[in-house]
C-alpha cells in the first residue's frame, strides 16, 4: 500500500507543477487516468482487509439515509443526540466517537436513518485514521450532512470536500452527460455535440489508452473536462447529494450570520441550543426527494398517518405497489388515484402510471 501512495503523491506533485495550457492538456488527462486508477487500488486493497471492519456495517432501515461527516469536535454526536434522541459520546477531547452510531428520526411520515460517522481526518482517502471505513459508510448514504465549525468553515470544507472526491463521491453534482461504449475494433470515434475547451480527440485517445481501451465510441453532450471522462470509465462514482451545516452559531454576530445565509447548499445551525433545526429539517427533506402517497382503503377515508414513501425519481404505480408488497403487483388490475397526477378526481391508472407528491391511491385487484 506504502508503494501506492508513494505514487500517488509522485504524480500529484507533477501535476502541481506541471503549468496548464493547451500544450501540457494530453500529459495531465494521462496523468488524472493514472492518478484515478492508484486511487481505486487504496479504495479496493487486493488483500482481503478492505471490508467496512466492526461496528461500521450498519444495516440500513427506513426510506432514507443521512450521513454526518466532518472533523473531530465540530458537533456531529450532539446534533446526532439532538435530533434522534440517540446517546453518541460527546466529550471536549477529539475522536470521542470511534464506530459508527446510528439513529432515527420521523419526518412527514417518512423514516429516516441517521449515522454519526467517526471524525475524519486530512488524508482519509490515502487511508489515514479510519478513513476508509468511514467514507465507505457515506457512499451509501442518500443524502450527507458535512458538519463544519462555523470559525473555520472554508479550510475545513476544502479539505472534506477533497478527501470524499478522492474517494469517488461527488457532491451536489449529477453524473456526466457523456455517451461511452466499448467496441470490437474501428478504434475511437468521438462525437462533439458542442464546442470543447478542454478535450479533443487526442487526448480521450491517451486516456482511454491507458485503461487499456482502443476501441470505443464517445459521444460528449456538454463542454466536458478530463475528470469528468475519467469518472465515466471508472464507473462507480457516487453522485450524492449534501448540505453544509454551520455549527456553533452562538459564537458569531447577526452580520456574519448574514454572509453565511448566502453560501449554496448551507444550513447555519446551533446543534447545542436546538437553533434553525426547522430550516435545517425542510431543507433536508428537499434533498432527499423523497414523496409521500397515502393509501385508500375501499369504502374507508385515506390514511394520512402512514404514507408510503417513494423517491421522486422513481415513483411509479409499479413502484408504489412493490413498495406496500412484492405480491401486489400479480393481483393488480387497476388503480382509483385522488390528486395532482391525474386530470379527473379519481381517475382509473394503470401500474405506469406515475404518481406525485401526496396523491392517495386506492387498489383494485382482480377477481
Known sequence: M?????RIAAIEAEMARTQRNKATAQHLGLLKARLAK?????????????GPGEGFDVAKTGDARIGFVGFPSVGKSTLLTTLAGVYSE??????????????????????????????????????????RQVIAVARTCSLIFIVLDVLKPLQHKKIIQRELEGFGIRLNKQPPNIGFRRK??????????????????DIVKTILS?????????????????DDLIDIIEGNRAYIPCIYLLNKIDQISIEELDVIYKIPHCVPISAH??????????????????????????????????????????????????????????E????LVWGSSVKHQPQKVGKDHVLNDEDVVQIVKKV
Open 2 to 6: 506504502s508503494g501506492v501512495l508513494e
Open 38 to 50: 492508484l486511487r481505486r487500488e487504496v479504495l479496493t486493497p487486493k488483500s482481503g482487509g478492505g
Open 90 to 131: 460527546v466529550a471536549a477531547y477529539e475522536f470521542t466517537t470511534l464506530t459508527t452510531v446510528p439513529g432515527c428520526i420521523r419526518y412527514k411520515g417518512a423514516k429516516i436513518q441517521l449515522l454519526d460517522l467517526p471524525g475524519i481526518i486530512e488524508g482519509a482517502k490515502d487511508g489515514k485514521g479510519r478513513g
Open 184 to 201: 470490437e475494433k474501428g478504434g475511437v470515434n468521438l462525437q462533439t455535440l458542442v464546442p470543447q475547451s478542454e478535450l479533443d480527440l
Open 210 to 226: 491507458e485503461y487499456r481501451i482502443h476501441n470505443a465510441d464517445v459521444t460528449l453532450r456538454y463542454d466536458a473536462s478530463a
Open 273 to 330: 441550543h436546538k437553533w434553525n433545526f426547522d430550516d435545517l429539517l425542510e431543507k433536508m427533506w428537499q434533498y432527499l426527494k423523497l414523496m409521500r402517497i397515502y393509501t385508500k382503503p375501499k369504502g374507508q377515508l385515506p390514511d394520512y398517518n402512514a404514507p408510503v414513501v417513494l423517491q421522486s425519481d422513481r415513483c411509479t404505480m409499479e413502484e408504489f405497489c412493490n413498495k406496500l408488497h412484492r405480491t401486489i403487483l400479480k
Open 332 to 335: 393488480f388490475k387497476y388503480a
